[in-house]
């Protein structure tokens, strides 16, 4: 039988398990790659575990999240973060030379190969052929201590393409939006997308990164293009040809599903506050005003398409009181378009150029003010990301949003009477790796730097048998870990300090949360219930470390989203599931809840029976853990089980 693209990876780096049951398999990892917010933990934990070398082909460690260094804490991280990068055998990706993602497409991604990132949009490595996972710090951590990645065996979706976008204006970044129209948040869950089909060959590498990179929102796990001859073109021009082999999919290959998107049919989209799922096309909100654009991040800030940006915007001018801000994904972008000149048509008609980092897209500056609106061409518009839980984003693709900028309001481009160029993929990109700082042969006498805002990270206590609980919230479906762990220019530059960040766990939806946290530590600690798909979005292992610290035991939910799933484990919270809708009905916030006989349930059936004390009635919950997961619960988190299984402690 033949065997789609995935299984062809998963077969290559297989170390155990078998692909076709629906069980753990074991992959060996190619590529590890940490970003700042997240990578200061993991590199805490690498730390931790106590190797004194990665032992992955190779890690990066990327600086992009944390740049506003308004005082001495996201410096003191970046230090941190290079000299641990050199003394454990990792390139440091230098801040200013650009969003992790887009760096490890241009410099490292290759079809074939197998990476984890610890960021959620890893998978825009898929766009290159590459298998790209994004999972927590600690999991990063272990896999660079030369730990397998365990994975459950996936379900592979095909999303078949045909036909051509009707370009200009019609571009990748409305591909994904109408993909997650059609399937929502939760579409992906527990698979893996696998493009194919004859309209692939429409879209370049970058283009293919944009639509594997939103691929996150719908939950899926990674999604994956062939490697086909354009994959070739884009690492020639990157001067890295030889890391190009081909990769198909069998004919006869088996898919759970297929899903069929005809590019032709597809018009310009947008995704309403406050979900990227709340998808409709741009000529249903002609007229809307709008008081902010952005441009850039992760998904949408190549060469190829800022060019196509840059030619609306030569010789135009925003308009009057509308803020239009560029942040490029990385330093070759940057120079390329600077050295086009094409930078300067931006600036001429009032960008406001930022520099290659996050920025906006995850607050860190650029926050729209209370009651506007903001377009923006980056991946995730929950509410209270851009800084502001009183503002309204939408997303889009780069070309409307440069429209929106000079029109002052939503206008479908088609009919803007405004020109855009078609920029051609370029045959050689400009490469200067003068931002990246290679492994050090000799690491003799170097020393790891930290700061006085760098703290350990704290480890729970191994799970006893009986949890004795308040209910400190009671939540909704579709809680993201930014309601969890909220980021922004006040928060993120904490990520180094659990004690001190664990103060603003939920504080967008309740900022009495970690007061009462920390009372309910003193008679048995807290249990948070939550809806479907609780915690999806990023793959901040702080939204499981900080409730932890807080004294949460466990989250008992109706679904939870993958990344989020084994941060808690990881961390020692017992993820619990509702056996029927009247379990979550019943509970409020405030009810005290027994759970007993819970090492038993843990491996035996992993059915557990909670007493509501409170309002005196019991249920029935479950955990769907697999064995590694069982052990790692049973040791207190993952952290104390490596070392056992290290060191045999
Ligand atoms: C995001 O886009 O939400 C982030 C910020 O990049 C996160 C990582 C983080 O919280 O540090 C992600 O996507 O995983
Ligand atoms: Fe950065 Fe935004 Fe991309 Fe996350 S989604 S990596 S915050 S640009």
């Known amino acids: ?47 931790a575990i106590g190797i004194d070398k990665v032992k992955v082909p190779l890690a990066v460690s990327y600086v992009d999240h944390n740049m506003i260094q308004s005082n001495y804490m996201n410096p003191d991280d970046h230090l941190f973060l290079q000299t641990a990068a050199l003394k454990y055998g990792a390139y440091f990706s230098m801040p200013g030379n650009g969003i992790s993602h887009q760096v490890h497409l241009e410099r490292f991604a290759a079809p074939g190969k197998v990476a984890l990132g610890t960021d959620s949009h890893t998978p ?74 004859t309209g692939v060959k429409d879209l370049s590498v970058t283009e293919r990164a944009t639509i594997t990179n939103m691929g996150a929102e719908l939950g899926a796990t990674t999604s994956i293009f062939p490697s086909d001859k354009r994959t070739r073109y884009f690492l020639k021009a990157q001067g890295r040809e030889s890391d190009w082999i081909e990769l198909h999919a069998d004919k006869d290959a088996e898919y759970s599903n297929v899903v069929k998107v005809d590019l032709n049919s597809i018009e310009p989209m947008t995704a309403q506050p406050h979900s990227p799922d709340n998808v409709v096309p741009i000529r249903e909100l002609s007229g809307t005003k709008i008081d902010q654009v952005c441009i850039g991040s992760c998904t949408n800030s190549s060469y190829q398409t800022l060019k196509s940006v840059a030619s609306i915007l030569k010789g135009t001018s925003i308009a009057k009181g509308v803020s239009l801000l560029i942040n490029p994904g990385s330093k070759q972008v940057y120079e390329m378009l600077t050295r086009k000149g094409l930078m300067a048509d931006m600036i001429a008609a009032g960008a406001r150029i930022l520099e290659c980092s996050c920025g906006p897209c995850i607050g860190m500056g650029g926050s729209p003010g209370t009651g506007q609106i903001s377009t923006r061409s980056y991946n995730r518009n929950f509410k209270g990301r851009s800084g502001n839980k009183d503002a309204f984003v939408y997303l889009a693709s780069p070309l409307p949003c440069a429209v929106f900028a000079i029109k002052g309001e939503i206008v479908d481009p088609r009919n803007s009477g405004l020109h855009v160029g078609i920029s051609r993929e370029p045959s050689r990109y400009v490469i200067n790796d003068n931002m990246l700082i290679k492994p050090q042969k000799d690491t003799h006498g170097m020393k790891v730097i930290k700061g006085p ?126 056996k029927t809708t009247d379990g979550y009905e019943k509970i409020g916030k405030g009810d005290r809840m027994i759970i007993e006989d819970i090492k038993k349930s843990l491996t035996g059936n992993q059915s557990y029976t909670v007493h509501n004390q409170t309002k005196n009635y019991s249920f029935e919950v479950s955990s769907n853990l697999n064995e590694r997961e069982k052990e790692i619960i049973l040791s207190g988190g993952l952290l104390p089980n490596t070392k056992k299984h290290i060191y045999n402690i």
Request: hydrophobic letters at 45%; proline letters at 4%.
């Open 1 to 47: 039988m033949g065997k789609n693209i995935v299984e062809k990876i998963f077969e290559a780096h297989k170390v155990y398990g078998n692909l076709k049951t629906d069980t753990p398999v074991g992959l060996k990892v190619d590529q590890v790659y940490t970003q700042d917010a997240t990578g200061t933990m993991a590199w805490l934990q690498f730390e």
């Open 124 to 197: 825009t490595g898929g766009g290159i052929g590459m298998i790209a996972i994004g999972v927590g710090g600690l999991d990063a951590a272990t896999v660079m201590a030369g730990a397998p990645f365990e994975l459950n065996i996936h379900q592979v979706m095909l999303v078949e393409l045909t036909g051509k976008l009707n370009r200009p204006w019609v571009t990748a970044m409305d591909v994904i939006l109408e993909i997650l129209r059609r399937l929502t948040v939760k579409g992906g869950v527990g698979k893996i997308l696998e493009y194919g089909g």
């Open 453 to 578: 805002n760098i703290k350990e990270v704290p480890v729970k206590e191994p799970i006893g048998d009986k949890i004795e609980a308040d209910v400190l919230l009671k939540l909704g479906d579709s809680i993201t870990t930014d309601d969890i762990m909220p980021a922004g220019s006040t928060i993120l530059p904490l990520r180094s300090n659990i004690p001190a960040i664990s103060e603003y766990v939920f504080s967008n939806i309740d900022n009495t949360f970690s007061i009462r946290a920390k009372e309910s530590k003193v008679t048995g600690g807290g249990i948070i219930v939550g809806g479907e798909n609780y915690g999806q979005g990023s793959s901040r292992e702080h939204a499981a470390i900080a409730p932890m610290y807080l004294g949460i035991h466990a989250v008992i939910a109706k679904s939870f989203a993958r990344i989020h799933r084994s941060n808690l484990i990881n961390f020692g919270i017992i993820p619990l599931l509702f």
